[in-house]
């Protein structure tokens, strides 16, 4: 509005009044910049006010206990110089709703994000392998497995254990994992790494299984699910490498515990012909107890809770604790933490009325041992010298592969994006998104040996925008130089 009402004196003053035009440019101009300066700081002055308000930023006391955990995060940056992700399982303090962005706040590589301009395909696929999921943001808590772990290259873990988190992952302090001696910035302070944790890149089989969530309707009673979180992590593996068992049969490294027995109070029940129950007319304070015990393979193996057909108006009980199991805080599988008897109890109490519920909880174990086979395959054809780079207008890493196998795909775990370019040897390759959201290429055509390979962002949006403002610029200063030569030359022209 200021600058309107000055462009507007400027050419009064100029047509009507014939004021010289370097006198009035001159204070006019710095007036102009002196407006421009005081809305400026008026306008971040509101938006502090208005923040403040609301609590939406954090004391400097609150601020310093953030940054104290910087040393801690720069252990592991100093002790490995390689590439990979790494995650923090507590909540910063000054972090005022149970989501932060660590991984931005700490400068490492990292899985925890929270931005309400994600791509709403990215959190889905987070969601779709049993990480924590809101809708808007997806974190690095219970909601993982050592297979995902390893498969997306999170090698470190660093926790605080002064701090209370209900939500950290109970692997951790077995195998794979093995803990890491620091000084740390606080004696509480823990560090893990992760023995099978994969590079960031990596060669396999060509990719054709596919998360299915949606299945056949039969007589408007529920869906059949083709995959779960633990069946398609299944199939992700299977895909990816080939190891089979005595019968030729592929070795699945996730296996569902049966379910002993159940007990059921205050609910009518209705089965299937897949024994999955139902239940009808459900009062409130009524309760269903599943009953699991795990096999003998399955002792001393990482336990899982499944959060298929869970429900807000019931609450949730593990061997007699109450559970969080999906909450607005808290939507993914869940680590259980194994007992000496290996006999589990999972109770579900109803809050209130419902009718015609499909009720099945699935729990789960995984096998080591087959998972590291897995890895240990996988591993033979990774690119363990991968290196990150910069460039002016361009991001990228690149490293070496020795591709031993016909028909494979070269896989990164980074972003599929427009902007992404794959090189082999210096050609570029068709780039491809592999596992839903990240990006490789085919290697059919590549032949057998070592290989140097390249993954590369270019910020073309970037270089498109330097662009236009140059062309912006150079056009002004043309213009202005044109317009004087003219009006030089129509004066010349009256004379």
């Known amino acids: 509005m200021n600058a309107s009402l000055l462009s507007l004196f400027y050419l009064i003053l100029d047509k009507l009044l014939k004021v010289n035009k370097l006198i009035l440019t001159i204070p006019l101009s710095i007036l102009l910049i002196g407006l421009t300066c005081i809305s400026s700081i008026k306008g971040a002055n509101n938006v502090f006010d208005v923040n403040l308000d609301e609590n939406a930023y954090q004391s400097y006391s609150k601020y310093q206990k953030d940054n104290k955990y910087q040393k801690d995060v720069n252990n592991i940056l100093s002790y490995d110089n390689s590439t990979y992700r790494m995650e923090l399982m507590f909540n910063r303090p000054g972090n005022y709703n149970s989501i932060n962005n660590n991984p931005m ?10 931005c309400s301009s994600e791509k709403k395909e990215v959190m889905s696929y987070m969601a779709k392998i049993g990480f924590h999921y809101n809708g808007f943001f997806e974190k690095y808590e219970y909601g993982s497995t050592v297979a995902m772990n390893s498969l997306l290259g999170i090698k470190y873990l660093v926790d605080d254990e002064s701090l209370s988190n209900k939500y950290k992952p109970y692997f951790v302090e077995n195998e794979p994992y093995k803990t890491l001696e620091f000084m740390g ?86 089965k299937d012909e897949f024994n999955d129950i139902y239940g009808m007319f459900i009062k409130e304070g009524s309760y269903i107890e599943f009953r699991y015990e795990v096999p003998s393979e399955g002792i001393g193996e990482n336990l899982y809770l499944s959060e298929k057909n869970y429900f807000n108006d019931a609450n949730y009980y593990l061997n007699g604790n109450k559970q969080e199991i999906s909450t607005y805080w808290h939507k993914g599988i869940k680590n259980i933490k194994d007992t000496s008897s290996h006999k589990i109890t999972f109770k579900i109490v109803f ?145």
């Not at 140097?452 to 962002?457: A, F, G, M, Q, R």
């Open 185 to 270: 910035s606080s004696p509480d302070m823990k560090y893990y790494q992760n023995e099978y944790a994969l590079p960031l890149c990596f060669i396999g089989n060509h990719m054709t299984s596919s998360y299915v969530s949606e299945g056949t309707h039969i007589e408007g009673k529920y869906n059949i699910y083709w995959y779960d979180h633990f069946e398609y992590q299944n199939q992700i593996f299977k895909t990816l490498v080939d190891i089979t068992d005595s019968s030729n049969q592929k070795k699945d490294i996730f296996y569902k515990l049966k379910r002993d027995m159940y007990t059921i109070c205050g609910l009518e029940e209705q």
């Open 105 to 114: 706040f700490y400068s490492y590589n990292g899985l925890s994000h929270f």
């Open 351 to 495: 809050t209130k009325k419902l009718n015609n519920q499909l009720i099945k909880p699935e729990l789960y174990y995984e096998n080591k041992a087959i998972l590291k086979e897995y890895i240990e395959e996988i591993a033979k054809q990774s690119s363990l010298d991968l290196k990150s780079f910069k460039k002016a207008f361009s991001y990228g890493y690149e490293g070496t592969i020795n591709l031993s196998k016909d028909n494979q795909d070269l896989y990164f775990t980074l972003p599929y994006e427009d902007n992404v370019s794959i090189y082999v040897d210096g050609k570029k390759m068709e780039t491809k998104k592999t596992l839903n959201i990240f990006s490789g290429c085919n290697l059919d055509n590549i032949e057998k040996g070592t290989h140097t390979i390249k993954w590369v962002y270019r910020d073309r949006g970037l270089i498109t925008s330097i662009i236009l403002c140059n062309i912006g610029v150079i056009s002004l200063v043309a213009v202005v130089i044109l317009y004087n030569n003219l009006e030089e030359k129509m004066k010349s022209n009256k004379k």
